[in-house]
Every structure is written in structure tokens, then in C-alpha cells.
């Protein structure tokens, strides 16, 4: 066997190692108790804007889920607004805010999975032409709080969107809210 193959096996060990010991890390997130989802309406933007907000929180749900503790980290799932990508295709602007609770920096982008789905079928991530869609990758320090906003290309401008955010590498404890589009 070459030292090449023995080098590249070597990496692949040490990566999958990693991955595994990192799943087995959420011991904040193991007393969690499972909950109810949170469901917000949005308004669809009228014929010629590009932005809609949520205009109504149903207070139904008993239990929110839109904000918790994912391992180290304290996420909020906040809003969802309209907008268009840079090919003029409808997009859904989730907005959250990530709080680093560790002891090192951290960035939101590699701390934590974000998810949004239409008719159950995950949907695409948007590019933007404008500033401020970029906030996932800035590193933020211990204690510091981050609000920023990911765009995913809508399916369609009817079916309710629905958002899980999850620590990275782990499934055990899940931040889920739906947006119904009206």
C-alpha cells in the first residue's frame, strides 16, 4: 500500500472519529423535553413589492419550539419574510438569532443546521444579489448574540413553510416553527 492511500485512510479515520465524538456531545441537550411546534401567518407581498413580513403569531400551539438551546448554542427562529433572488424566483428570508454560549467563537454556519420545507420536500438555498444574507459565516465571540437571515427558494407562494434548526451533527434536540402563507 502507498503512503498516499495510508495518509488519505488515516484522514478519513480521524474525520468519521471526529463526527461521531461530536454526536456524542449534547449533554445539555439530553434532559430536553419534546414540544409543540410554533405556527406563524405571513402575507403575501402585494403585485409589484419584494418584501412582506409576518403579520400574525397564532398563540394555538401551546408549547414553542422556535427557541431553545442547541448544545452551547441559543437559537431563535424569529420571522419569515419575502423576497427575490437575483433571478427574480420568490424566496422565504427566515430570520434567527444565534447566541454563543461556549467558550470559543463560533460561527453559525458551523454550529448549527437550519432547514426549511414546502409539501415536506426540503427546499432549495437562495443566492441574493443584496448585502446582509452572508451573516452565517461571521464568527462571533463567547456571550456575543448574531440576528441573520437565510433566503430559500419557495416552491410555491401557498403551501405553509416549515423551518427546523438542529445542532450540527445532532438530531437530538430540534427548534421547529411553520409559517403559514396567506
Sequence with gaps: MSMKKIVLIGVGILVVGGILANMGSDSKEEGSTKKEATTSNVTKPKKGTTTSKVVEKQEEAPAETDA???????????ELTFAKDYDGADVAVIDYEFTNNSDK?????????????QNGI????AIMMESGYVDSLTE?????????RVPYKLADMTAPV?????????????????FILQ
Design 105 to 117: 467563537n463560533a460561527m453559525f454556519v458551523s454550529s448549527i443546521t437550519t432547514k426549511a420545507f
Design 68 to 78: 431553545g438551546d442547541l448544545g452551547d448554542y441559543h437559537v431563535v427562529i424569529k
Design 122 to 125: 426540503a427546499l432549495e438555498s
Design 162 to 178: 416549515s423551518v427546523e434548526a438542529t445542532k450540527l451533527f445532532s438530531n437530538k434536540v430540534k427548534l421547529t416553527k411553520e
Design 140 to 148: 462571533i465571540q463567547p456571550g456575543a448574540t448574531l440576528n441573520l
